[in-house]
T-cell receptor, first 116, second 112 residues
C-alpha cells in the first residue's frame, strides 16, 4: 500500500458526460501527479500540482482539468467524455530523495473509467 | 521528439533464470531515468531512480544500468521469481525532473 488513495475505484459513464476523480496524497507529500493509462498508449503524464499550484503540464486535453485543494487532495475533472477516454487514471504523490533534486513518486491504485 | 523505447515487448522465462530488459531514449535534456514494476491493474511501484552521474543501481534482485552517452539503460533481474511477473516500465525525465516520458513497457512472465 503506497499511502495514496484514489476514489472511485471504478466509474462507468456515457459519452458527453462529466466525471470527477479524487486523489489523496500520502501524508506530508506536497506534489500530486495525474497519469492516464490506456491499452494502446501506455502511461501518459497529464499534470502536476505542488502545494496548490500547477507545476508542470503534459499531454492533458483541454476537456480535462485538475486542481489541488488547501488540504492537498486533488481532483481531475474530465468533461465531454469520449469513448477514447476509457482508461486507468493514476494519481501519484512524491517526496524528495535525500541528496538529490528529484522526487520519488508513489502511485495510487488507480480509477478505471469506462465510457460507453 | 522525446521518446522512450523498450525491448523486448514481452518475455517469458522460467523461474530461477535471469533476464535483462532494455530501454533506449531520446529525451533531452536528461534529468533522471526510473524503472517501475507494474502488476496488472495496479499502480506502478518504483524499483530504481538514476541521475546522469550514476552508472548502476541495485534494489535487491533488480540491478539497473545507465549509459547517458549512448542513452541506454537496462534492468537485470536475477534469480527470477513467480512474483516478478509484471510489466516493467522505463521512464525518463527531462529538464528539472519534469517532462516525464514513459516507455511502452516490457511484459515479463515467469513460469514455474
Amino acid at each position: 500500500d503506497s499511502g495514496v488513495t484514489q476514489t472511485p475505484k471504478h466509474l462507468i459513464t456515457a459519452t458527453g458526460q462529466r466525471v470527477t476523480l479524487r486523489c489523496s496524497p500520502r501524508s506530508g507529500d506536497l506534489s500530486v501527479y495525474w497519469y492516464q493509462q490506456s491499452l494502446d498508449q501506455g502511461l501518459q503524464f497529464l499534470i502536476q500540482y505542488y502545494n496548490g499550484e500547477e507545476r508542470a503540464k503534459g499531454n492533458i486535453l483541454e476537456r480535462f482539468s485538475a486542481q489541488q485543494f488547501p488540504d492537498l487532495h486533488s481532483e481531475l475533472n474530465l468533461s465531454s467524455l469520449e469513448l477514447g477516454d476509457s482508461a486507468l487514471y493514476f494519481c501519484a504523490s512524491s517526496a524528495p530523495i535525500a541528496g538529490l533534486l528529484i522526487d520519488e513518486q508513489f502511485f495510487g491504485p488507480g480509477t478505471r473509467l469506462t465510457v460507453l | 521528439k522525446n521518446q522512450v523505447e523498450q525491448s523486448p515487448q514481452s518475455l517469458i522465462i522460467l523461474e530461477g533464470k535471469n533476464c535483462t530488459l532494455q530501454c533506449n531514449y531520446t529525451v533531452s535534456p536528461f534529468s533522471n531515468l526510473r524503472w517501475y514494476k507494474q502488476d496488472t491493474g495496479r499502480g506502478p511501484v518504483s524499483l530504481t531512480i538514476m541521475t546522469f552521474s550514476e552508472n548502476t543501481k541495485s534494489n535487491g534482485r533488480y540491478t539497473a544500468t545507465l549509459d547517458a552517452d549512448t542513452k541506454q539503460s537496462s534492468l537485470h533481474i536475477t534469480a527470477s521469481q513467480l512474483s516478478d511477473s509484471a510489466s516493467y516500465i522505463c521512464v525518463v525525465s527531462g529538464a528539472y525532473g519534469q517532462n516525464f516520458v514513459f516507455g511502452p513497457g516490457t511484459r515479463l512472465s515467469v513460469l514455474p
